[in-house]
């Protein structure tokens, strides 16, 4: 690819390829081929013009937080004396010394400015996705306690390396931890692309991108390394082809990181001037024009341990701003909405984004210039290192306004927080499919040196926003879908005809099977079918096919799936309310049972159990006047006892079955009946279904573990000694599951604990079925009704397939080797699901068994087979077909983080099952080591080992990577109860990538910030206590729960429009829903409630914390960025850490 071709105005994501024949694409340089569509991004080419950057605050020095005296300190060495794995003195404020004023007031010191600085978008590689991110409490430090704790920390975390020696060093020490990206060279004039694209990866942030692996030094073949900042010309001149595109560089040293970069490192040697080219520096990369950067928010507080820069040297002195600067001003814009401002007084001094601010020293330093008074050690500043939410909003501005066309193969689709339309042309929609890397390493070597899993997260039944149209259904008749011969691999996009159209080649196994007489179609002048546009199957990633009856159970078409109720009625049911309130419920909700688009009612059918030590069947047959109970007491051989009158249609019994709803709580009123069976309720259900000949989904409200006599009978272990021994193991429940999955039995389990009740024994079976479990501990009818209710209406009615088989074949060289999620597998190669929902998703892990080739790519083909709320067999088919690369750097310009920890969540919690969990999180943490390793050893240019390079989209692997080691799951604090764990582990299981990203870093909203007139959401903020202010009112959301915190000093008018009463004190926790009050604030801040839950697939329990009261604890588990109480390390320590471990690999 010519490195000065065209670049599109577009993000640039991955480069197009040469098409599949008979598959248009855009041309290469984003020249759009005549007569097709166009595209809308344009081949990677590297950093892209035309991307418009923040605006440095004013006063704000980029590369080093000055200290107050300007006194000069020696920039001279990189790591002038330090230990080698020195990190700084963690967090110390400033002793003295206040950051340098710029333009506008300063803040109290005691709150943290909303995102202070405008984030610039990240234009080159692919956008770091954010996920959000449970807080995990951590139990061990991350080193052993050789270190001295600092001074200033008044936790018990230690230090991650000895105290700097002296003030000096630790600022020099900082300066080598960069975070701006290094640009590789001279922003190329407008319109040019960085070089091709195997060069190095152009990313721009120095946080890495993809991959795991270690890191490897420039090879001469990469091209000039991107220049560090010692060589001082990255902005001046035009890019050498085959250039490294910017990386950005995080200071990792010091755990009070260094000010965002310049677009070259921050590192000691990065403070340098460009040679007569200002910059603007919060850059990750050389400012384009127009192009806007996403390095750290433009107005940072200068807390940064650096020194000051030398007074010998020429050109502007930090300050003011200066208007005479050699070179081009960089671009000037309008701050960013909801960036610039800080709020309430965060450190720091307001500063808005100010013109024509040039780069730190446009002269070249002067380096022996005496060094002055060193200036005060200084806490590593939390805004210089990557920030989740200014990466989610750079890719909202930068990709949510284009639909994203998948004609493209190796497209990285935007993140999964950013609103965007899909338009299928050829590879399935990200909402379907999204992988850890659209660009995978040709040779299993190259896999492992990098260490990045290659891995899919596929939502085979994902629901599409209404704007997208559903897959089509594609009906061969009697034939039957056309396969491969050999492979059995489905129609699809890029199968190849030859022949004339007479046959067609595999582009999964290259093998060449003959076209069924009835599916010729002649090829036009390109050698694509002339029907190509007509059938989805040619022309589409996503599709169903009707199956035919050679894909049925015992070669029959299967009958509609029936859903079978099944109620505890022990006492704590009954005495809870909760009876009443199913049996209500249920009234109007069995109208709304699944059905397709435009059918009058539900092909599904209906049964009803109670059950308590002993088991009730309802006959509600339409004939009878009242419902008839049938018990049964032999709990140990388990027996349906009618088989007429069991199942029934809603519509045509729905008189007896109201009556049969009304009369069970009554029934049950006096039950002094405390102990419950569970074992034989699912056996019930399964044999009724047996004996219906149909497969269907059992509802199951249970309150108590299950302590009588019967099969499946448990008894209190609530141990956590046992944790990982045998005694831990139950075989019977797995017995259980298996025989439901051979009839597409699906359990869903809604628990209402108010002591132990063995989640993970209970959970078996639902997880094995692909069910869901709902718990709802300590259920209380007030505060706990509108969830479990929310709930279940949702769990009835969404689309749901059963009796499913999925497989995933691909292209020869890669296979699929791993599985993750709820299901059953009795090979090595079949998923097996009773019922799979559209909430559900499966991870699958791919290893090499061959060598790729870069020309051809690799493909997936998801193949789906389930029956459909009508009993329609069916399979959705889904393909997607990905890059193959022989440089790292393209591997690491081409990741999604967000799918990657979606990855090594399930991963870890799968290994915490037979491994202990010190050594989950050991391996997880050395795995993300050696990922960002392989990248600063083979694809970042040569720089100190001071500096903490990562891959621009991988730059929130640390702080994301660190949330999931902090979860419940990996690092429970005392308060987590086995069976939360249970819980959390089987939900994060089958959780698609949306969820994972903010269940493990979750989204807190400033609500007072909100603009009562529009429909937008406030800008969020990063989950530290520091952002938070006294006098707001803040939301968190996590998937499960969502926080409401108010402020000691929220105005009085706020607390009485939000809650209606008059102070503070005044405010009940005991607030499950907020009140309904007639003013803008409320109706703004319930209109965000009700959109957040609307968006995610579980209705969350809205907790109200007032500061300084004891729910805070429990909010405060959520503000991932800190240090957590159960021992997770806040991020800055974690990156101080992550960033030894690199360094030790390294060495």
């Known amino acids: 690819m010519s490195v000065n071709q065209q670049a599109h105005t577009g993000p640039p994501y991955g480069q197009p390829q040469p098409g599949y024949q008979g598959y248009q694409q855009p041309a290469y340089g984003g020249q759009p081929l ?113 270190a001295p704790t600092p001074v200033s920390q008044t936790s018990t975390f230690q230090q991650y390396g000895p105290p700097p020696a002296s003030v000096q060093q630790l600022s020099n020490h900082m300066a080598g931890m960069t975070i701006g990206s290094t640009t590789a060279s001279a922003p190329p004039p407008a319109g040019l692309g960085y070089g091709p694209p195997t060069s190095i990866p152009p990313v721009s942030g120095s946080f890495s991108t993809t991959g795991s692996g270690l890191y490897t ?187 994203f066309v998948t004609g493209v193969r190796g497209q990285v689709p935007p993140l999964v927080t950013t609103n965007f339309l899909v338009k299928d042309q050829g590879n399935a929609s990200p909402r379907y499919i999204r992988c850890t890397s659209y660009n995978i390493p040709c040779t299993s070597d190259m896999a492992k040196q990098s260490q990045v899993p290659l891995a899919a997260v596929i939502k085979p039944l994902a629901t599409l926003p209404p704007e997208e149209t559903l897959p089509y259904l594609v009906d061969h008749g009697e034939s039957g879908p056309v396969r491969c011969n050999r492979c059995k691999a489905y129609m699809c996009p890029f199968m190849q005809f030859i022949e004339g159209g007479r046959r067609f080649q595999c582009c999964f196994c290259s093998c060449v099977t003959e076209v069924p007489p009835h599916y010729f179609q002649h090829l036009d002048h390109t050698g694509k079918r002339v029907d190509f546009y007509d059938r989805p199957e040619l022309s589409l990633g996503s599709y169903e096919f009707l199956a035919t009856v050679d894909y049925c159970k015992n070669n029959k078409f299967p009958s509609p799936p029936a859903f079978i109720f099944m109620i505890d009625v022990s006492y704590n049911a009954v005495k809870s309310g909760l009876v009443r309130l199913i049996c209500e419920e249920l009234k109007s909700l069995l109208d709304y049972l699944p059905r397709e688009g435009n059918m009058e009612e539900s092909a599904i059918r209906v049964g009803f159990v109670t059950y308590n030590k002993v088991l009730h069947f309802y006959n509600v047959k339409s004939s009878l006047a009242q419902p008839q109970m049938m018990v049964v007491s032999d709990v140990a051989d388990m027996f349906v006892p009618l088989l007429d009158g069991f199942l029934v249609n809603v519509n045509e019994s729905r008189t007896v079955i109201a009556s049969l709803l009304d009369q069970i709580p009554e029934m049950f009123a006096d039950t002094r009946e405390t102990e419950t069976v ?103 009818l007030e505060t706990d009704q509108d969830r479990f209710l929310n709930d279940l209406r949702r769990d009835v009615q969404k689309e749901v397939g059963f009796d499913a088989v999925m497989r995933v074949r691909t292209s020869t060289g890669i296979r699929a080797t791993d599985f993750f999620g ?135 692997l640390p702080v994301y990577l660190n949330c999931v080691l902090k979860s419940d799951v990996l690092q429970p ?81 706020l607390i009485q429009n939000l809650f209606g009463v008059s102070s503070f004190s005044q405010i009940s926790n005991a607030l499950s829903t907020l009140p309904v009050l007639e003013n803008p604030f409320s109706k703004k ?63």
Request: glycine residues 8%; charged residues 15%.
């Open 822 to 956: 709820a299901f059953y597998m009795s090979n090595t190669t079949d998923v097996e699901m009773a019922g799979l929902d559209c909430d559900k998703t499966i991870t699958v892990e791919f290893k090499h068994d061959d060598k790729l080739s870069e020309d051809s790519g690799a493909l997936l083909q998801c193949a789906l087979l389930y029956t459909s709320c009508t009993g329609q067999r069916r399979l959705r088919i889904h393909n997607l077909s990905l890059n193959c690369c022989t440089q790292l750097a393209d591997l690491y310009r081409n990741c999604e983080t967000d799918t990657l920890i979606n990855y090594l969540a399930k991963y870890a919690y799968r290994g915490v099952l037979s491994s202990p969990v010190k050594t989950v999180r050991d391996a997880l943490i050395n795995q993300c080591a050696q990922i960002l390793a392989c990248y600063r050893k083979n694809c970042a240019s040569p720089s100190s080992a001071g500096q903490l390079i990562l891959p621009e989209c991988m730059k929130l």
């Open 217 to 403: 030094p420039y090879t001469a073949s990469q091209g000039p390394p991107p220049t560090s900042v010692s060589q001082g010309l990255p902005l001046a001149q035009p890019p050498f082809p085959g250039q490294p595109v910017s990386t950005q560089r995080l200071p990792t040293q010091v755990p009070g990181f260094a000010p965002p970069p310049s677009s070259t490192g921050i590192g000691p040697s990065s403070y340098l001037p460009t040679t007569g080219a200002p910059r603007p520096p919060t850059m990750p990369g050389p400012p384009l024009p127009g192009q806007t950067i996403a390095g750290p928010p433009a107005s940072q507080p200068n807390h940064v341990s650096s020194p000051p820069p030398p007074s010998t040297m020429s050109g502007p002195h930090p300050g003011p701003p200066m208007s005479g600067l050699h070179g081009p001003p960089p671009p000037t814009h309008p701050p960013q909405p909801g960036y610039q401002m800080q709020q309430n007084g965060s450190f720091g001094q307001v500063r808005g984004p100010q013109p024509n601010y040039g780069g730190a020293y446009p002269g070249t330093p002067n380096y022996g210039s005496q060094p002055g008074p060193p200036p005060p050690p200084k806490r590593l500043d939390p805004d210089s290192i990557p920030s989740p939410i200014q990466v989610i909003e750079d890719d909202r501005s930068n990709r949510g306004s284009e639909p």
């Open 973 to 1053: 604090g005392p308060e987590v109860t086995t069976d939360d764990r249970a819980y959390i582990r089987q939900l994060v299981t089958s959780m698609d990538v949306a969820e994972t990203n903010v269940f493990f870093y979750p989204r807190l909203l400033p609500l007072t910030k909100a603009d009562v007139d529009s429909d937008c959401l406030p800008a969020a903020i990063r989950n530290s206590e520091e952002r938070l202010s006294k006098g707001d009112i803040y939301l968190l959301e996590n998937g499960l729960n969502i926080f409401v915190w108010v402020g000691v000093n929220v105005q009085q008018g």
């Open 34 to 146: 005549p007569g097709v569509p166009q595209s809308q991004y344009g081949a990677y080419n590297g950093p892209m013009p035309g991307y418009q950057q923040p605006v440095p605050p004013q006063g704000y020095f980029p590369p080093l937080g000055f200290p107050s005296k300007g006194s000069p300190v020696s920039l001279n060495s990189d790591t002038s004396s330090l230990a080698p794995n020195f990190i700084g003195s963690s967090r110390a404020p400033p002793t003295s010394g206040a950051p340098p004023a710029a333009s506008g007031a300063s803040l109290p010191s005691g709150h943290l400015a909303y995102s202070q600085f405008g984030h610039g978008d990240v234009q080159n590689g692919i956008p770091a996705s954010a996920a959000p991110m449970q807080r995990p409490p951590a139990s061990q430090p991350f080193l052993p306690g050789s």
């Open 678 to 780: 569970f074992a034989p309720v699912i056996q019930a259900g399964l044999e009724a279904l047996k004996a219906a000949e149909c497969a269907g989904k059992l509802f199951i409200f249970h309150t108590s573990l299950p302590i009588a006599e019967a099969p499946g009978k448990l008894k209190n272990r609530d141990d956590k000694k046992l944790i990982n021994t045998d005694k831990e193991k139950t075989s019977f429940y797995n017995n259980l599951a298996k025989d439901c999955v051979a009839q597409g039995c699906c359990v869903d389990l809604f628990l209402f604990p108010n002591q132990y009740l063995d989640v993970a024994t209970l959970g078996v079976v639902t997880y094995q079925t692909g069910g869901s479990i709902y718990k709802y501990a300590y259920f209380q």
């Open 1085 to 1147: 801040v319930r209109f965000i409630v009700d959109m957040l839950q609307v968006q995610r697939s579980r209705y969350m329990k809205l907790i109200i914390v007032k500061q300084e009261d004891k729910l805070e604890m429990l909010f405060k588990h959520f503000l991932v960025e800190d240090k957590s109480l159960s021992g997770g390390a806040s991020y800055v320590d974690f990156l101080c850490h992550m960033h030894k471990e690199i360094r030790q690999l390294l060495s």
